[in-house]
């Protein structure tokens, strides 16, 4: 049975003169988290290895990843990274003084040449920057060919840091997977994820790094999505114009009812209005709704005012109105 979305995690802690102490932990909290989406549905077929200890196993085990056509093939490393004037390395602990680990470039011609539709690398070392920098070699070996996407901690010439036992990367792309780099369909993606930390690390800080070449993003995760679909996919129901306003008034305020002990005003409450306010406040809330000439929701409906889409509204709803929700 073909294996659609496989995974190598790879975190070494046991170098025998410089040991880690976060890799192993790094590597395996990130397996454990894209091994399912949100909902708890599959998501990877994820190998875990901790402590290879020499060049020559991780190396096969980088090739059986990339080998086959599987939809989508994700390498993780964390641990060691070194780079010399002829180019970067992911260190292995029966490293010499020239033979450090397995080569940058050589992991990038593997999953250059695989036939895996979606090949992605995620490097947590230092230097892991020069995976498939031009600046490095020349250029001559770096080509970064289409379905290839490449997310490291720092660049070429940066440390990667570990804080408290975990490396300030993982631990940025751990919360981007869990939801923090999600879309409002609560799809997480290899940019939005650089996205994400490069936004919580400031510029005194090690930099992120993302080289891709791809048509369309495929999604790391899943999280669950902060408005639910369906209502996402009300959009175009309450404005059939995306710069068409939807007009409200006090029925559609749920408290607005002679039940509850304050000034109440006509129209009153009615019960399909009330549901689809409780949609337009939720579609408020993540941003894709205003309410027009008020500041909140609630004075909009009470003063018969009215709320519009915005720029973002817009947008989620063309996807809606192109069947892409």
């Known amino acids: 049975m073909l294996t659609l979305r496989k ?71 964390s641990g060691h990274g070194y780079i010399d004037n002829i180019g970067g390395y992911i260190v292995t602990p029966d490293y010499t003084p020239h033979d450090f680990g397995v080569s940058m470039d050589e992991i990038l011609t593997i999953a250059n040449e695989s036939k895996s539709k979606n090949r992605i690398i995620i490097l947590d070392c230092c230097h892991s920057g020069a995976f498939g920098s031009p600046k490095v070699n020349g250029g001559v070996t770096t080509q970064i060919v289409e379905g290839v996407s490449i997310l490291t901690a720092s660049k070429d010439n940066e440390p990667s840091l570990e804080v408290n036992g975990h490396g300030v990367f993982t631990n940025l792309l751990l919360d981007a997977l869990q939801g923090g780099a999600a879309d409002l369909r609560g799809h997480i993606t290899p940019g939005s994820v650089y996205a994400y930390i490069d936004q919580a690390l400031g510029p005194w800080d090690q930099r992120p790094v993302f080289k891709t070449n791809i048509s369309r993003f495929t999604s790391l995760r899943t999280a669950t999505p902060s408005v639910p679909i369906g209502i996402l996919r009300k959009l175009v129901n309450y404005f059939p114009a995306p710069h068409q306003y939807f007009a409200l008034d006090p029925s559609f305020e749920v408290t607005n009812t002679e039940q509850i002990e304050h000034k109440v005003i006509e129209p009153y409450a009615n019960p399909d209005n009330v ?4 949609d337009l406040q939720k579609l408020e809330s993540v941003g894709l709704v205003v309410p027009v000439d008020e500041e909140h929701m609630y004075f909009a409906a009470m003063n018969s005012k009215s709320c519009k889409l915005t720029a973002l509204g817009y947008h989620y709803w063309r996807l809606v109105k192109d069947r892409r929700i």
Do not use: M, Q, W
């Open 7 to 77: 995974a190598l995690v790879v975190g070494i802690n046991k170098y025998p003169s410089s040991p880690l102490h976060g890799c192993i932990n790094d590597a395996s909290a990130f397996a454990s988290i894209i091994e399912t989406n949100g909902n708890g549905s599959p998501n990877f077929d994820v190998r875990l290895v901790t402590d290879v200890p020499t060049k020559s196993e991780l190396k096969g085990l980088i090739i059986e990843l990339f080998k086959g056509d599987s939809e989508t093939s994700l390498f993780y490393f």
């Open 275 to 278: 549901v689809i306010f409780k």
